[in-house]
Nanobody, 123 residues
């Protein structure tokens, strides 16, 4: 069992930055690929970024490429999402998730999810 707890969301103006954190319980964090997804009331949960177990390989959605950066600290059981140049369309609840299937973009491959953290970007 893995428990994931996100933090770092909030209200920010367009062009600003936020860093989300996700702390995982358990001693096997380093064996999980990690991902960030986001969801709004009008859209299905969508992929944002993913990171391999080693932290070397990353994937990003086209909409965030060049603005967001995913990283991990296995010693702290934590994955981060640095979000720069935020836009109003980035407003969503952001979820972190863990996968035992390797780094991937597909929601169904992630078995454990956090409760989400709200990010609101004002124009």
């Amino acid at each position: 069992q893995v428990q994931l707890v996100e933090s770092g969301g909030g209200l920010v103006q367009a062009g600003g930055s936020l860093r989300l954190s996700c702390v995982a319980s358990g001693r096997t964090f380093s064996s999980y690929a990690m991902g960030w997804f986001r969801q709004t009331p009008k859209k299905e949960r969508e992929f944002v970024a993913a990171l391999s177990t080693s932290g070397i390989t990353t994937y990003y959605a086209d909409s965030v490429k060049g603005r967001f950066s995913i990283s991990r600290d296995n010693a702290k059981n934590t994955v981060y999402l640095q979000m720069n140049s935020l836009k109003p369309e980035d407003t969503a609840v952001y979820y972190c998730a863990s996968s035992t299937s390797g780094i991937n973009l597909y929601r169904g491959q992630y078995g454990y999810w956090g409760q989400g953290t709200q990010v609101t970007v004002s124009s």
